[in-house]
């Protein structure tokens, strides 16, 4: 029979260990943060090879040096990135140190939630989540890629289009613009585990197989809608650079889950007795 003091004592080692990983999670995304806000990365030639040197320039950090890559690379030439007010620039740096912390530490993050969980899931369930863990990463970077390289250019050239057809002084607030474009990355980053999330739901028999199928209209018109929903203009054509490799990504996870589960029906009718 188990206790109130029991409950007490296992309750204690639960608190005790959800403080123990936010703390290790806490402490390297501080740390990640500080080297954003402090270090700068340049190149040196040595014996032909251009090689990271790290060094303590709080004036020109990697946040700084990502939001001038960022500034370059993705807004026209015709527009100028301002400072309205004497906080936004340190501010701006603040929120890319903090978007950075966290991707960095991502390993860090997933592993410390792993092992809080790790002694509840069965051993099937433990080798379905470390299964998927690489799969995710690649899907995230895909995704952020694929916003970065493409959406996020068209987009904010075809924002700027019209004012620069009339003449006017084009200019982009450098808070609003930060927000915007890591928001928009994060976004990306996320969608694009769809087919992760598709099979995982079927893999732990949340749905069937041919769940997904059956409902492609409904999901269709979803990430159509949701592709409006993001995309600030109202051309309708940026918003299929959202749409359109999201229905891609759904169908290939329809492939997947119907080529997987219809191996293990396979496997399952072939057993003899």
Do not use: H
């Not at 123990?20 to 740390?31: E, L, Q």
């Not at 990135?81 to 860090?108: D, F, H, N, R």
């Not at 199928?213 to 409006?228: C, D, E, H, M």
């Amino acid at each position: 029979m188990v206790t109130k003091k029991d409950k007490n004592t296992t309750f204690k080692i639960f608190l005790k260990e959800v403080k123990t990983r936010i703390i290790r999670v806490s402490i390297s995304i501080i740390i990640s943060i500080f080297t954003c806000m402090t270090m700068s990365i340049t190149f040196t030639i040595f014996q032909g090879l251009k090689i990271p040197i790290i060094d303590f320039n709080p004036y020109y950090n990697i946040s700084i040096q990502i939001i001038s890559f960022m500034k370059d690379t993705l807004l026209p030439k015709s527009v100028v990135l301002i400072q309205v007010a004497p906080g936004q620039a340190i501010t701006a740096q603040i929120y890319v140190s903090i978007t950075m912390g966290i991707i960095i530490c991502m390993p860090i993050i997933f592993r410390e939630i792993l092992a809080f969980i790790n002694p509840a899931l069965y051993y099937n369930e433990r080798r379905i989540v470390k299964e998927f863990f690489f799969p995710s990463m690649l899907l995230f970077v895909a995704g952020i890629s694929f916003s970065y390289f493409i959406v996020l250019p068209s987009t904010i050239k075809f924002l700027y289009a019209y004012g620069e057809s009339m003449g006017v002084t084009l200019f982009f607030d450098i808070t609003q613009f930060i927000t915007f474009t890591i928001q928009f990355l994060l976004l990306f980053g996320f969608s694009y585990q769809l087919p992760i999330i598709m099979f995982l739901f079927t893999r732990l028999r949340i749905v069937k197989p041919d769940f997904w199928k059956s409902n492609f209209r409904y999901v269709a018109l979803i990430l159509i809608l949701f592709g409006a929903f993001i995309t600030p203009d109202g051309s309708g054509v940026t918003m299929w650079f959202v749409t359109a490799p999201l229905l891609a990504l759904y169908l290939l996870g329809i492939i997947i889950i119907k080529a997987k589960f219809k191996v293990n029906e396979n496997k399952i009718k072939n057993i003899t007795y």
